[in-house]
């Protein structure tokens, strides 16, 4: 992995993409290498941004940039340190549910299994029937309805204890 670039998370636009400042003051926007979170009018798309402000929000960050994406941004591993441990953000992301792997850009063998084992599990997302991929959801400009955004029909008592069971896995 190149070296990390630490930076300080200014803020967090959705599960995948945050915005970065270094020490002088100037800032980058940074897309989560290998992982694709639910679009923020998808269902756990809020659930992923709060995860990743909760995780890296206003934290020093090292990012390991490996590469730019078409839209200017810089695509890049992500990990804080929590606790005296290192926790990455994509696989927070995908061990709890609120991810895919990435489809169209490369990943990692690590990711794909925690997106299995939370397919196996029904975590996050993965409790819904047939949850929609964030880029199939973006190829449809949007066209989800209020009902499916706001929970698709999920009860609360039901996404509090994935959220706990989430938390105590992640850390302990």
Same mark, same amino acid.
């Given at each position: 992995?190149?070296?990390?670039?630490?930076?300080?998370?200014?803020?967090?636009?959705?599960?995948?993409?945050?915005?970065?400042?270094?020490?002088?003051?100037?800032?980058?926007?940074?897309?989560?290498? @290998?992982?694709? /979170?639910?679009?923020?009018? %998808?269902?756990? +798309? =809020?659930?992923?941004?709060?995860? $990743? !402000?909760?995780?890296?929000? @206003?934290?020093? /960050?090292?990012?390991?940039? %490996?590469?730019? +994406? =078409?839209?200017?941004?810089?695509? $890049? !591993?992500?990990?804080?340190?929590?606790?005296?441990?290192?926790?990455?953000?994509?696989?927070?992301?995908?061990?709890?549910?609120?991810?895919?792997?990435?489809?169209?850009?490369?990943?990692?063998?690590?990711?794909?299994?925690?997106?299995?084992?939370?397919?196996?599990?029904?975590?996050?997302?993965?409790?819904?029937?047939?949850?929609?991929?964030?880029?199939?959801?973006?190829?449809?400009?949007?066209?989800?309805?209020?009902?499916?955004?706001?929970?698709?029909?999920?009860?609360?008592?039901?996404?509090?204890?994935?959220?706990?069971?989430?938390?105590?896995?992640?850390?302990?």
């Amino acid at each position: 992995m190149p070296d990390p670039l630490t930076l300080r998370v200014a803020r967090v636009t959705d599960g995948d993409t945050f915005t970065a400042a270094g020490s002088d003051g100037d800032t980058i926007t940074v897309r989560v290498w @290998g992982i694709d /979170a639910p679009e923020s009018s %998808q269902p756990y +798309g =809020p659930a992923a941004t709060k995860v $990743a !402000r909760e995780l890296i929000g @206003g934290k020093l /960050a090292n990012v390991y940039v %490996q590469d730019t +994406g =078409p839209y200017g941004r810089h695509i $890049a !591993r992500v990990q804080v340190s929590y606790d005296g441990e290192r926790v990455g953000l994509a696989r927070s992301l995908t061990v709890s549910g609120l991810a895919w792997h990435s489809r169209k850009y490369p990943t990692s063998e690590t990711l794909v299994a925690h997106e299995r084992q939370a397919r196996t599990e029904e975590a996050g997302l993965w409790s819904q029937a047939n949850p929609t991929p964030p880029w199939e959801h973006r190829d449809a400009k949007g066209e989800t309805g209020l009902l499916e955004t706001i929970g698709d029909g999920i009860d609360t008592a039901k996404r509090w204890y994935r959220w706990a069971r989430w938390l105590r896995r992640l850390f302990s």
